[in-house]
Every structure is written in C-alpha cells, then in structure tokens.
C-alpha cells in the first residue's frame, strides 16, 4: 500500500492541541487584564482625561494617535490596555477551542469574555459621543464587572471537572443565603456607580462641562454606605456561622477574606468622602471593589466541591471505572459482576 506522500494525496493537518494547564494559565492572565481594565478606567476618570480622546475609534478627528497632551494621552493608553485584552482573550478563546479533552464550557465562558468586550467597545463609542452621560458611564462601568465575573468563573472550571454534579459542602440556607450575598454585592456596586456619577469627579477635564446624576452627592454617598454596612452585616454573619458549621477550612477562609476587604472598603470609603475624594484614594477604592468582585465569586464557588480534573482524567484511566464514575470510555468494559466502586473526595 503506498503512503499519501507517493501518491500525491494531500495529507492531512492537524490542529495543534492545547492541555488544560496551558488554558488555565491563559485565563489566569485574562482575568488580570480585565481587572486592569477596571483600574485604567477608573484612572481616565480621575485625572479628568474622560474626553481626552474626542473622537472613536480614532483619538480625534481624522487622527488615530494622540496628540502630546497629558488627558489624550491617559485616554489613549486606556484604549490601549483594551487592544492588549482583546488580543488576550481571542487568545483564550482559541485555547479553550483546541483544549484536550474539548470543554464546551470552558468555550462559552472564553466566547462571553468576546462578546463582552464587543459590547463594552460599543457602550465606550456612546459614551465618548455622548460627552460622557453618567448613566452611560455607570453602565460601562457594570458591564466591566459582569466581563470580571466571567473572567473569574471561566479561571475556577479551568482545572476542576465539571462532567458531573458538584457536591454541596454547606447546608443548603448558607447557599441561599449566599445567592442574596452575590445579588446585595450587585446592588452595592450599582449605588457605588451612581455615588459616582453623582460626584464632580465624572472624568471631566478643565473647561469642560459634563452633566451629572441630578442626585445631591451626599445623599448618593449615605445610600452607597447604608448599603455597604448592611453587606458588611450580612458576610460577617456568615462568617460566624461558618466557623460554627462543620466545613472546609477554604471556605472560612473565603468569608474571613470577604470581612478584612469589605471593612478595609469602607474605612477607605468614608476616609475618600471626608477628604473630599482625593484622587489617589479612590483609585483604592476602586482597586478595592475589584478585590470584592473577585473574593466574593471566588467564596460563592468555593461552596460546592468539584474533583481536580487531573484526578476525573486519572479516574477514567483506571480499567473498569469508567461506569463508576458515570462516563464512558470506549473500548473499556468492567467484568461481568464486579462491585460498583464509589469514590468520595474529602475537603
């Protein structure tokens, strides 16, 4: 029989294939670049560089680089960092297309990190046009967030096994409980937004007029707080109650974290209010909310256990359990008779 190559037949290419590890790894680093994202952002506000750029996609008019103006060029190293998380996470989607074994999971969450930064891109457009509208700006702002929601769901199933249900290390009113805690952690960061849409600080530069929420600030500032203390209630009340259940160490240590950086939130909070909103404080500020995203998705996770996935793959690998563990692998069949075995992963 004669090979493809002496008889001219074309042969057949294979698409590299990417291990789980790799993905990991590069959804590890789109998660920092959405957070960076969130920072940068935050930073065009704070220097008043909001309108550096005046135009989209280009810098101005007819012009696609800045000007060497301190505003247009804070603005246009903004846009910059978005070409860096573009490229990134076509990247990962990529990955987690050509990952072996092939996740469809893993594909969603990496293909609404694209679609999220296609919306976020739209939304950035409207927003330039409209001289920076605070409620568009706050739901930029929102729309940044769910893209860091994504990031962090898509980084915790990269290495666990999600072929089969989870198992429930809480009694289920803690992860009832913990749902309201996501939804109040949703509301918080709305009101946060709207505190700032209603402050002078809404990414104006000198001699330029931008509306503002027709909300007094102070006002905005106490309904912001009132809500934070009450979430600042809530996680160390579950936090107590945790320490009270029988549970994994991890998940203590989830609610101890989400105390220290809501406590630390607010000190910063009140300190930014008082001071007159510094710009450097609420950048921390900023930076704190970030964390808070993060730990409390992170926590809300970490209540349900899911294997390694190294340890399905090592499972799968054993003759015989493949049934055991609900998955079928061709070309292995258990002896006829032989005991079903259970594996029970401890936390």
């Not at 960092?81 to 050509?98: D, Q, R, Y």
């Not at 969603?108 to 939304?123: D, H, K, P, Q």
């Not at 029988?246 to 950086?261: D, Y």
Request: net charge positive; glycine share 8%.
């Amino acid at each position: 029989m004669r090979s493809p190559v002496a008889t001219g037949a074309p042969s057949r290419r294979r698409l590299p294939r990417v291990p789980p590890s790799t993905v990991r790894r590069i959804s590890i680093v789109s998660l920092v670049c959405v957070a960076a994202i969130l920072l940068t952002g935050a930073a065009v506000r704070l220097t008043g560089s909001g309108l550096g750029c005046s135009d989209w996609p280009t810098c101005t008019r007819g012009h696609l680089t800045p000007p060497l103006h301190y505003h247009s060029l804070v603005e246009f190293s903004n846009r910059m960092v978005t070409i860096v998380l573009v490229v990134v996470i076509g990247a990962t989607f990529v990955a987690t297309l050509l990952r072996r074994p092939f996740r469809r999971d893993l594909a969603w969450l990496s293909g609404g990190l694209i679609a999220g930064v296609l919306v976020e891109a739209v939304i950035g457009g409207i927003v330039v046009y409209s001289k920076l509208n605070p409620y568009l700006v706050m739901v930029h702002f929102l729309a940044t967030v769910v893209l860091l929601v994504d990031a962090v769901v898509l980084v915790h199933r990269a290495s666990r096994d999600y072929s089969v249900p989870g198992q429930a290390l809480v009694p289920r009113p803690v992860i009832l409980l913990s749902r309201g805690l996501l939804a109040l952690v949703a509301l918080v960061m709305t009101a946060g937004a709207a505190t700032t849409g209603a402050a002078p600080d809404g990414g104006s530069s000198q001699g330029q007029v931008i509306k503002r929420i027709p909300v007094p600030l102070r006002d905005m500032a106490e309904l912001h707080s009132t809500l934070a203390l009450f979430l600042i209630g809530i996680v160390l009340s579950l936090a107590v109650l945790l320490h009270a259940l029988s549970v994994p160490e991890r998940i203590r240590k989830a609610a101890r974290v989400l105390v220290v950086v809501l406590v630390l939130q607010a000190v910063v909070g009140y300190t930014q209010y008082f001071t007159h909103l510094p710009a450097a404080l609420v950048e921390v500020h900023e930076l704190g909310a970030t964390v808070l995203v993060i730990g409390v998705v992170q926590y809300f996770l970490a209540l349900t256990h899911h294997s390694p996935e190294r340890l399905a793959g090592a499972l799968r690998a054993v003759p015989g359990s493949a049934r055991s563990v609900g998955i079928g692998a061709p070309g292995v069949e258990s002896a006829p008779g032989a005991a079903k075995s259970a594996v029970r992963v401890r936390s």
